[in-house]
């Protein structure tokens, strides 16, 4: 009889127990929905000459709807609260009223081609928009691999993942449209964005 009472308390104290609450966190869009909002904002180019590859490039424009999509796959992923996700956002808004990025994966099979970022580079980056010509900056990303691969599904490992931005607000670029030129000795390339439809 004491065995029972005991169960029966045991019972009730573990229906009194409240069970946890689910971490109210960001969820990030379906896989399949994120690589469809990349796509959109991705423009390809693959430069030949002759029969001789020279480079391969793939360019995102990094408007307010990319990096929206780009912060909740983050947010799913790294498991922020809403609050880390305002933040996070806010200070993406304040650097997009005050220049655009673009993100660049780059390959060449001459790997001393692939050097964007120095300061002695054989390249040259501008942007073209509503009549203006403004050059950019180019750093390379020094993100861990796997998060930008998640971020950006077209990057492999033979490529070089870059960052360039350019003194022109973001909130106005991406309106469109607008013409970013990939330009050297090598050979150039233009990566065209239609904007807002």
């Known amino acids: 009889m004491r065995q029972l009472l005991i169960l029966i308390a045991f019972v009730v104290a573990s229906c009194a127990h409240e069970a946890p609450k689910e971490r109210d966190g960001i969820v990030g869009p379906s896989r399949s929905e994120y690589e469809s909002v990349v796509k959109k904002f991705t423009?390809?180019?693959n430069q030949y000459s002759g029969f001789y590859q020279t480079f391969q490039a793939?360019?995102?424009?990094?408007?307010?709807?990319?990096?929206?999509?780009?912060?909740?796959?983050?947010?799913?992923?790294?498991?922020?609260?809403?609050?880390?996700?305002?933040?996070?956002?806010?200070?993406?808004?304040?650097?997009?009223?005050?220049?655009?990025k673009f993100f660049l994966r780059f390959y060449s099979p001459e790997r001393e081609y692939d050097d964007l970022h120095k300061g002695k580079s054989i390249w040259k980056v501008y942007l073209d928009y509503a009549g203006?010509?403004?050059?950019?900056?180019v750093k390379k990303s020094t993100d861990k691999f796997i998060e930008l691969q998640t971020l950006y599904p077209y990057l492999d490992r033979?490529?070089?993942?870059?960052?360039?931005?350019?003194?022109?607000p973001m909130s106005t670029v991406e309106k469109g449209p607008v013409k970013v030129t990939l330009t050297s000795s090598l050979g150039s390339a233009e990566f065209v964005f239609p904007g807002e439809k």
Not at 58 to 66: A, N, P, S
Not at 158 to 168: A, K, L, Q, R
């Open 58 to 100: 793939d360019m995102t424009i990094l408007t307010t709807e990319m990096q929206t999509a780009s912060l909740r796959q983050r947010g799913g992923f790294l498991q922020w609260d809403q609050a880390q996700y305002n933040k996070e956002r806010e200070k993406m808004l304040q650097e997009s009223s005050a220049y655009a």
């Open 43 to 45: 423009v390809k180019t």
């Open 158 to 168: 033979f490529s070089t993942p870059y960052e360039i931005t350019f003194s022109v």
């Open 132 to 137: 203006q010509r403004f050059e950019g900056k």
